[in-house]
């Protein structure tokens, strides 16, 4: 009995440091993006070991508590705690982000009017600035309550994924991120919130393509989806690349929603995020989860801004009605 028990403390114990390491707690020169998927099934494994050992009340339990502090900083990443702290600023306006997969186009969810009832959330959540992915212009609703919008690339281009921004502010100049050889792209819109000119980005970077077939459990998973992964991964740093060429001739303070493809634990997410606040690490409470895949929550949508505007408050609009939640921010100016 005593050596299963002293197994499953080494075991606990690598799979701890396994969890700092792929937090990015411990910094690692191996660039091997495929790994941070791994992290909340890691952080799963633990937990379930700190609640063996405490119900028990055997000591390890304690390790998970040392290793929650040192990595109390990434921790906040996968859930947050509600910031009691958070300075708000009288004067917001919301943007919204939302990969609506077609608006149910091929019926994925056995379910009609899919459209409309994805237009009554809009209609209820009213932001002012709103960002879709996969946007479908046969099957997507009128939303009258934007006057302003741009939407790209025009259905007569074949092989894009379209995506587009609505908007209530007058939108005052506007332009397109075309990446090489990828299906995905991304626009921006330039506003101004009261006398503040803003940009508006609505990024769709390259997707894995997953589905139920290519689950991390499934036990026909093998080496070539690994090869997948880090090759799509790359691709889109170079698309985050590229688009800071863009950015870099952008004067004034910006949103980026953004449907990343990859979890916040990834380069991809370290690149995008560098000196940006992200909406839900800044205001958002929970595990924050965005991408319905088997029984792991996956944050792959974003809204990262400028440090210079206020982030009031950030949440998930858990709807079935794609296989992505929307995610909804407001901002301040003070």
């Known amino acids: 009995m005593y050596f299963i028990e002293k197994f499953f403390i080494i075991l606990n114990v690598v799979f701890l440091i396994i969890q700092l390491f792929l937090m990015g707690t411990i910094e690692t020169p191996i660039e091997d993006y495929f790994f941070s998927l791994f992290v909340p099934v890691i952080i799963i494994i633990n937990l379930f070991f700190f609640f063996i050992w405490l119900?028990?009340?055997?000591?390890?339990?304690?390790?998970?508590?040392?290793?929650?502090?040192?990595?109390?900083?990434?921790?906040?990443?996968?859930?947050?705690?509600?910031?009691?702290?958070?300075?708000?600023?009288?004067?917001?306006?919301?943007?919204?982000?939302?990969?609506?997969?077609?608006?149910?186009?091929?019926?994925?969810?056995?379910?009609?009017?899919?459209?409309?009832?994805?237009?009554?959330?809009?209609?209820?959540e009213n932001p002012d600035i709103l960002c879709v992915q996969e946007y479908s212009s046969e099957m997507a609703p009128e939303l009258k309550g934007y006057k302003f919008r741009y939407i790209y690339p025009n259905p007569s281009k074949k092989g894009k994924s379209t995506v587009a921004i609505f908007s209530k502010l007058k939108i005052n100049g506007k332009g397109f991120i075309d990446f090489d050889n990828s299906s995905n792209s991304g626009i921006y819109i330039d506003i101004e919130f009261r006398k503040q000119k803003l940009r508006v980005y609505n990024l769709h970077l390259e997707s894995f393509?997953?589905?139920?077939?290519?689950?991390?459990?499934?036990?026909?998973?093998?080496?070539?989806?690994?090869?997948?992964?880090?090759?799509?991964?790359?691709?889109?740093?170079?698309?985050?690349?590229?688009?800071?060429?863009?950015?870099?001739?952008?004067?004034?303070?910006?949103?980026?929603?953004?449907?990343?493809?990859?979890?916040?634990?990834?380069?991809?997410?370290?690149?995008?995020?560098?000196?940006?606040?992200?909406?839900?690490?800044?205001?958002?409470?929970?595990?924050?989860?965005?991408?319905?895949?088997?029984?792991?929550?996956?944050?792959?949508?974003?809204?990262?801004?400028?440090?210079?505007?206020?982030?009031?408050?950030?949440?998930?609009?858990?709807?079935?009605?794609?296989?992505?939640?929307?995610?909804?921010?407001?901002?301040?100016?003070?």
């Open 209 to 334: 393509k997953l589905d139920r077939i290519d689950s991390i459990t499934n036990s026909s998973f093998s080496k070539n989806f690994k090869l997948k992964f880090d090759e799509v991964s790359s691709r889109q740093i170079e698309q985050i690349n590229f688009f800071k060429k863009t950015d870099k001739f952008n004067d004034n303070p910006s949103i980026i929603a953004v449907d990343l493809n990859n979890t916040q634990f990834s380069e991809t997410y370290k690149i995008l995020s560098r000196k940006k606040n992200d909406a839900f690490h800044t205001a958002g409470s929970g595990l924050g989860e965005t991408y319905k895949y088997s029984f792991i929550p996956l944050r792959i949508d974003f809204l990262f801004s400028d440090k210079k505007l206020k982030i009031n408050s950030f949440k998930v609009i858990r709807k079935n009605l794609s296989d992505h939640y929307p995610i909804i921010s407001y901002y301040g100016i003070d």
């Open 55 to 124: 119900f028990y009340l055997k000591w390890p339990f304690l390790l998970f508590i040392l290793t929650f502090l040192i990595g109390y900083n990434e921790w906040n990443l996968f859930y947050k705690f509600p910031n009691t702290t958070l300075r708000k600023s009288g004067s917001t306006f919301s943007v919204m982000s939302y990969n609506v997969r077609l608006f149910n186009k091929y019926r994925w969810i056995e379910k009609p009017n899919i459209s409309d009832e994805i237009e009554e959330l809009i209609i209820q």
